[in-house]
């Protein structure tokens, strides 16, 4: 089992998850945070720090979510490794609480 950034961290992408991560799972997109599932040891770390409730262990991930384990597993074996915290995006607040936000997605 592992734990999968779901929608709600586009164009949010706070990294306060990355800073507990033990193992260095994270990697950073452009506006959005993903986890390697074969890196994640599944330690629970994360979930909780995250501020707009963006990380679920994949055996709990909301309906409608589950298109986040495949695009997790793909994305985290081409972005780079985040391990250090860094400012949220200005408008992150503005786009904590928005759903529909698959589109808005960077590669």
């Known amino acids: 089992m592992t734990f999968v950034v779901t ?11 990355v800073d507990v991560c033990p193992v260095d799972c994270f ?3 452009p506006n959005f945070l993903v986890i390697d599932p074969d890196e994640c040891i599944d ?4 979930e909780p720090e995250c501020p707009v409730e963006a990380i679920y262990s994949e055996d709990e991930l909301p309906e409608g979510q589950e298109n ?3 695009l997790n597993a793909e994305l985290s ?3 780079p490794v985040i391990s250090d915290v ?3 995006p200005e ?3 503005d786009w904590a609480n928005k759903t529909g936000k ?3 997605l960077e590669r």
Do not use: S
């Open 68 to 70: 986040f384990i495949k």
């Open 7 to 17: 929608e709600a961290c586009i164009k949010c992408k706070y990294t306060d998850c």
């Open 102 to 104: 698959l589109d808005l």
């Open 86 to 88: 860094k400012p949220a």
């Open 43 to 46: 330690c629970t770390l994360c």
């Open 91 to 93: 408008d992150a607040d």
């Open 27 to 29: 990697h950073e997109g």
């Open 77 to 79: 074996q081409t972005w």
